[in-house]
């Protein structure tokens, strides 16, 4: 499975954008996926997983009720839909796919999002 993120960018604090992951291999609508994000100086952390039938999200504390993941495997796609950004969610964001009872095995290139205050 190869993961390719996209969709990120530079937007004031209070705006939205919307990740996207596109997979390659039908093999992906057997994966769970999840974002994931790297500020400067921080370590990663886990944003926002769903399971491979896009169902049971779990969220980040801090970006709960302003994010929400999504997966659509008729398009072998993931999305994170970012609303009321902050400057704190400034970081490389990173898309993951992950087979049950495995390791996140499976990483895109990561997509900058930059919020500005």
């Known amino acids: 499975v190869q993961l390719q993120a996209s969709g990120g960018g530079l937007v004031q604090a209070g705006g939205s954008l919307r990740l996207s992951c596109a997979a390659s291999?039908?093999?992906?609508?057997?994966?769970?996926a999840g974002w994931f994000r790297q500020a400067p100086g921080k370590e990663r952390e886990e944003v926002a997983t769903?399971?491979?039938?896009?169902?049971?999200?779990v969220y980040l504390d801090s970006v709960k009720g302003r994010f929400t993941i999504s997966k659509d495997n008729t398009k072998n796609t993931v999305y994170l839909q970012m609303n009321s950004l902050k400057p704190e969610d400034t970081a490389v964001y990173y898309c993951?796919?992950?087979?049950?009872?495995?390791?996140?095995?499976?990483w895109g290139q990561g997509t900058q999002v930059t919020v500005s205050s």
């Open positions: 993951a796919a992950q087979r049950v009872g495995q390791v996140w095995g499976y």
């Open positions: 291999g039908r093999a992906f609508r057997s994966y769970s």
């Open positions: 769903v399971t491979w039938t896009g169902s049971n999200p």
